[in-house]
């Protein structure tokens, strides 16, 4: 292997690291903060859905503003400006692996509220500048493809870990005991101490990783006055990027696609528990979901041939199609043994689904963004991605109001290891896991079918993009 290749590699491999900062995280969040609120610290359904819907409104501020003001900010000399705001977030966004769970005692609900702001906010930080640079450290499709492989396997190994570490740590998940009995509090004690012990190993695996992105792979090109100067002010980019209608199309679309992975890991803890029986032996939860994880992973050299055939948007569309497909036998597993192995070959075949949601969805951003330097003159990637990153962060109030009708509708409004109607509340679980995230999906399809920046399209505003080097990374 040349010298110029290694060199190469050895830039894919690092700056794939950052999926540890930016996936890790937001999985680990996902996953485990709403049974952990819900089911072990006992706030209602209700406080929860409220927690949510303010921190829905925060984004609708945080996101965009953190993304413009990365646009705006000038080149710091070696600090760059994408990289600038990298190194003031990562080691708080690590540490909120840890603060999450470090709940003190009759302020529960003003906590949940402080602490899901303060997590967004370093989240929002870290995770727009890191897909800010992405397209202007490899400006073409086959570069962004090239080191996609990779960000993509790394994307898969942090989930597995986000997921399956919490399960070895803590076991039981959730409380098993009535709250009337006397060991209650002794088990929620536990459980607590234990969600903690998993949060030390995710903060030190995010620092870790975080620090070979940020000072061994990010290497931004320098921006000249002129090109500054172009970049329109925050209300001005807000409004611009707002009236992109292939860009509405797309990030609408991706919004709907995150709908159904949030709610399918929101919600699958508890469906594990209450459905398949997994009370104890919480490792088999995190099995479950690293075989899907796994399985993505194995079929990413498989989109990557798909794409190659059909194109990315219908190669994407595909996916989709397979993804509700592989999801409607959810709706069948019980509490046994062959259930439970059953569900482990579902969750392989749910792979391919989130394999190709993962596989072509930056790619598919990255022409929205080209599409849009080409007009401008300048790339505008942290506007693009704030507000996708605002959007996006609807799929989660969307979710949280659907568990909530969901749970309120079935008895379950408060956590209760054993409720008056079981049969109900698992019916709500099995139509969380299957009918709506395939009503989401469907919908995802439609605007992916009217997106249309592909075909010829794409290939002319390719080569316009060809003729501005200017807009390419040094």
Known sequence: MSEERSRRLKQKLLFATSAFGDQLTYQAFTIYVFTFYFAVVGLTMFEIWIGFILWGLWNMVNDPLLGALSERTKQKGKLGKRKFYLLISFIPLALMMIVLYTVPANVEFVYFIFIIFTFEFFYTMFSVNTNAVFPEMFPTEQKRAGVNVFIKAFTMIAVILA????????DPLVPTLDKLDPGYAAEVASIKSMYIMSGIVLFLIVLIMSILF??????????NEAAFGKRPGFFESLKITFSNKTFLKFTLGNMLVWYCFNVLLTVFPLFAVFILGIAEGSLMIGITLMIALLSAAIFQPVQSRIRARIGTRKG?????GIWIVTLFPLIFLSNNALSRTFAMLIFFAIGFGLSAALFYIDLIHGD???QDSLKF??????????VNAFIHRFSTILVITTIYIIFSGTGWSEYEPIIADPGLRDLGLKALMFVFPAIALVGAIIFFKVYDLHGEKLEKMRKELEQHPELKPA
Request: hydrophobic residues 55%.
């Open 163 to 170: 997921s399956l570490i919490p399960t070895i740590v803590i």
């Open 368 to 370: 929205v963004i080209d």
């Open 214 to 223: 940020i000072f061994f792979a990010v290497e931004e090109k320098e921006e």
């Open 377 to 386: 003159g300048v790339k505008r990637a942290a506007s693009y991605y704030g």
């Open 316 to 320: 994407l569309m595909l996916g989709l």
